[in-house]
């Protein structure tokens, strides 16, 4: 049964729609130069499937506080580049000068706002009631200037802000190209029935990991939890694992608060401790040597950038042998050569199971494109935080918000 719009139901030629992007790209802080545009050309046939309408893109770029929060400027560039047309860079998102921009749009038109996490309404509104949400100056100021809301930031469905669930209160709301193909093709993971069900946890979003593998065990989604890259070293510590200062810190400084991330993690392996697996061995970044060790050489001044060669030969048999494996988050360091070879040899295991694969997450999609193996898998999500949430069966604020647009519209 039909629950939201796509762009194929409405004639937008000579329409103003506003559509969100999820364009959050690894960019080198130094530089300010993009590291991977795979999530910029995800929306490319999207914003192709516009091209007689008058089109403004909002996009965030990472969180306030990291070193890669940034302006969308080279967004602007590199969209300009894969879709060989103009796309503006607009130095706002709802000040006079921006308005003016976008009266001023003509048919076939794209323009790309600023990071709309520069602005406080977008942050301090943050899971609020949607309807004040659709309140906020933000939205009251931008949506009067269209016709249509697009909503294809899957990777972002999990964040209840303004730019997201805000616009749907006031415009008809349709799902994009993106948003459509997550939405199938991860419905087609979930709906199949097999018995082992495997997720591997890595990166660095340590405290969502963790609560999405208490979801995906208490639901029974996943049957088995692999852990690697950050997460792996927060369930070391919650087994009480001293793995030293060099990897507490580098840990401490992702999440907000260490100590109940190690209690959450605790709690699960008390409760699922034959389901979760944790590193056996790992390899520490000795000055920039690899150097390998099982955990009980442990602690090490050094920090622990991948897991080790007995973890990675047990973990692949594990993904070889499942009926299905999802992957959010690389399991190393891999933009180091010498650090990749965990991921590399797990994405590889992932590409040859006879299961249904999927990976996901930003820096996960540019560790495959590096190996050249995305096709391999049977769906790459742009999502990493939301393509969790969504396999674990929670309505994502931004997709709930699209099916009640569906209902409020459909007759109309
Ligand atoms: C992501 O990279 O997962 C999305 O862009 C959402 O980013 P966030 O976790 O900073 O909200």
Same mark, same amino acid.
Do not use: W
């Given at each position: 049964?039909?629950?939201?719009?796509?762009?194929?139901?409405?004639?937008?030629? $000579?329409?103003?729609?506003?559509?969100?992007?999820?364009? /959050?790209?690894?960019?080198?802080?130094?530089?300010?130069?993009?590291?991977?545009?795979?999530?910029?050309?995800?929306?490319?046939?999207?914003?192709?499937?516009?091209?007689? +309408?008058?089109? =403004?893109?909002?996009?965030?770029?990472?969180?306030?506080?990291?070193?890669?929060?940034?302006?969308?400027?080279?967004?602007?560039?590199?969209?300009?580049?894969?879709?060989?047309?103009?796309?503006?860079?607009?130095?706002?998102?709802?000040?006079?000068?921006?308005?003016? *921009?976008?009266?001023?749009?003509?048919?076939?038109?794209?323009?790309?706002?600023? /990071?709309?996490?520069?602005?406080?309404?977008?942050?301090?509104?943050? /899971?609020?009631?949607?309807?004040?949400?659709?309140?906020?100056?933000?939205?009251?100021?931008?949506?009067?200037?269209?016709?249509?809301?697009?909503?294809?930031?899957?990777?972002?469905?999990?964040?209840?802000?303004?730019?997201?669930?805000?616009?749907?209160? =006031?415009?008809?709301?349709?799902?994009?190209?993106?948003?459509?193909?997550?939405?199938?093709? @991860?419905?087609?993971?979930?709906?199949? &029935? @097999?018995?082992?069900?495997?997720?591997?946890?890595?990166?660095?979003?340590?405290?969502?990991?963790?609560?999405?593998?208490?979801?995906?065990? %208490?639901?029974?989604?996943?049957?088995?939890?692999?852990?690697?890259?950050?997460?792996?070293?927060?369930?070391?510590?919650?087994?009480?694992?001293?793995?030293?200062?060099? +990897?507490?810190?580098?840990?401490?400084?992702?999440?907000? %608060?260490?100590?109940?991330?190690?209690?959450?993690?605790?709690?699960?392996?008390?409760?699922?401790?034959?389901?979760?697996?944790?590193?056996?061995?790992?390899? =520490?970044? #000795?000055?920039?040597?690899?150097? $390998?060790?099982?955990?009980? &050489?442990?602690?090490?001044?050094?920090?622990?950038?991948?897991?080790?060669? %007995?973890?990675?030969?047990?973990?692949?048999?594990?993904?070889?042998?499942?009926?299905? #494996?999802?992957?959010?988050?690389?399991?190393?360091?891999?933009?180091?050569?010498?650090? +990749?070879?965990?991921?590399?040899?797990?994405?590889?295991?992932?590409?040859?199971?006879?299961?249904?694969?999927?990976?996901?997450?930003?820096?996960?999609?540019?560790?495959?494109?590096?190996?050249?193996?995305?096709?391999?898998?049977?769906?790459?999500?742009?999502?990493?935080?939301?393509?969790?949430?969504?396999? *674990?069966?929670?309505?994502?604020?931004?997709?709930?918000?699209?099916?009640?647009?569906? &209902?409020?519209? *459909? &007759?109309?």
């Amino acid at each position: 049964m039909k629950e939201f719009f796509t762009i194929d139901d409405f004639k937008l030629a $000579g329409s103003a729609v506003l559509l969100r992007t999820d364009i /959050n790209s690894p960019i080198d802080p130094t530089s300010g130069r993009i590291l991977n545009d795979a999530r910029i050309r995800r929306h490319v046939r999207t914003i192709n499937d516009l091209k007689d +309408s008058k089109v =403004v893109i909002l996009a965030h770029q990472s969180r306030p506080g990291r070193a890669d929060f940034t302006t969308t400027k080279p967004h602007a560039k590199r969209m300009s580049y894969l879709l060989r047309k103009r796309v503006k860079y607009v130095d706002g998102l709802y000040n006079s000068g921006t308005m003016k *921009c976008i009266e001023s749009l003509s048919n076939g038109d794209v323009i790309l706002l600023e /990071n709309v996490r520069f602005y406080a309404e977008e942050m301090v509104m943050k /899971n609020q009631p949607v309807e004040k949400q659709g309140d906020t100056l933000f939205v009251r100021t931008l949506a009067p200037h269209f016709d249509y809301f697009i909503q294809d930031a899957f990777a972002a469905a999990h964040r209840s802000q303004p730019s997201m669930v805000g616009f749907p209160q =006031v415009l008809p709301t349709m799902a994009g190209r993106v948003m459509e193909r997550e939405m199938t093709m @991860l419905d087609h993971l979930l709906q199949s &029935k @097999l018995d082992s069900k495997i997720a591997i946890l890595g990166g660095l979003k340590v405290d969502d990991s963790i609560g999405i593998a208490g979801h995906f065990l %208490d639901k029974k989604i996943m049957s088995n939890i692999l852990t690697t890259g950050a997460v792996a070293v927060v369930f070391l510590l919650a087994k009480g694992v001293d793995v030293g200062s060099g +990897s507490v810190d580098i840990v401490a400084k992702e999440v907000d %608060d260490l100590q109940v991330q190690i209690s959450r993690a605790k709690e699960l392996l008390e409760k699922y401790g034959d389901r979760i697996s944790i590193p056996t061995d790992v390899a =520490v970044n #000795a000055d920039g040597e690899r150097v $390998g060790m099982p955990i009980e &050489k442990l602690p090490s001044e050094y920090p622990i950038y991948d897991i080790g060669l %007995d973890t990675l030969v047990e973990y692949s048999s594990q993904i070889e042998n499942a009926g299905a #494996a999802v992957l959010n988050g690389p399991p190393g360091v891999f933009e180091i050569a010498d650090f +990749s070879l965990g991921t590399k040899e797990i994405f590889k295991a992932l590409a040859n199971t006879s299961g249904f694969s999927v990976i996901g997450g930003g820096h996960t999609i540019a560790a495959a494109e590096e190996m050249g193996i995305v096709e391999k898998f049977d769906h790459v999500s742009t999502g990493g935080g939301a393509l969790i949430y969504y396999l *674990c069966g929670e309505e994502l604020p931004a997709i709930r918000e699209i099916k009640k647009s569906y &209902k409020k519209y *459909c &007759k109309a």
